[in-house]
């Protein structure tokens, strides 16, 4: 063996068992969002499908929890943690056309790996975070017309027509959003994404995983 | 199907748009379910091909 065999030995031997993925705070932002969004999306729809209930208390409530755990991430994303891991790049492009033309049986080269997240993933942040932004702003905006502890309702703020135009957002965006929270939910149980689902409760991956899914050029994680 | 709800306006005239049609709802739960079975299905035929192929 060769020094630099031996270097190389050394160095995968001290490399970490555990792969940190999700630090503790992230974690618990995830798992508040999600029950926040879920009852939402209950307390919003189950009264429209026949479940009828004092919905609208605890939707308000928990709506405004929900656009503070949205500007919450949006500073924390944008200052502590790497936006460029969340951005379609070139490298993700190619390989969803690579994986494709593959699937399809053209001859394409196998696609690389992904960095933290891949492309798809990516593209479903992007999408949740379109919708999540319209439900905020215009339930945000929809308080306007309800009386609070905080505040007296004042529906005169916009014309009849503005304030459909905001109700239409708001339903068009939480109907989309139920959507792809089912996507979500399935992807989060198929067995062959359950490592990905752990690391939601664990907040880390085996270093298998990480060789296995990730290019480490993409991403350079730490240990947990 | 409408794709909005309206509300006849007090003051006469034409019909208020008032917010998304409901009955919209099940299109959208039909959508998602339409993606998952699809998914699957093509991760299961994708998963017997590349155990098809010679090693």
């Known amino acids: 063996m060769s020094v630099s065999q031996a270097n190389l030995t050394a160095t995968v031997e001290a490399a970490p068992e555990r792969i940190r993925r999700h630090l503790l705070v992230d974690r618990l932002y995830h798992w508040i969002m999600a029950a926040c969004v879920l009852t939402l999306l209950a307390t919003a729809f189950l009264p429209i499908i026949g479940v009828k209930f004092d919905w609208l208390g605890l939707h308000w409530m928990t709506g405004v929890v929900l656009a503070v755990l949205v500007v919450y991430h949006m500073v924390r994303a944008s200052i502590w943690q790497s936006l460029r891991s969340m951005v379609i790049d070139s490298g993700d492009i190619a390989n969803g056309w690579r994986r494709l033309a593959r699937f399809f049986g053209a001859t394409a080269a196998p696609p690389g790996k992904p960095g933290k997240y891949n492309g798809l993933q990516k593209l479903y942040h992007a999408g949740i975070a379109v919708l999540l932004l319209s439900i905020v702003a215009s339930g945000l905006t929809m308080l306007l017309k309800i009386d609070t502890p905080f505040w007296r309702r004042n529906p005169y703020w916009f014309a009849d027509y503005a304030w459909g135009v905001i109700y239409a957002v708001h339903g068009l965006a939480a109907m989309a959003l139920l959507t792809l929270i089912m996507i979500h939910i399935y992807f989060a149980v198929r067995p062959d994404e359950w490592w990905l689902t752990r690391s939601m409760f664990r907040g880390w991956i085996t270093r298998r995983e990480y060789d296995t899914h990730h290019d480490r050029a993409r991403w350079q994680a730490d240990d947990a | ?55």
């Open chain 2, 1 to 55: 199907m409408q794709l909005f709800r309206y509300s006849t306006s007090i003051y006469g005239g034409s019909d208020v748009m008032i917010g998304a049609s409901w009955d919209l709802l099940p299109w959208f739960v039909a959508a998602g379910a339409a993606f998952i079975v699809v998914h699957a299905v093509v991760k299961a035929f994708a998963g017997r091909r590349q155990a098809d192929e010679p090693r």
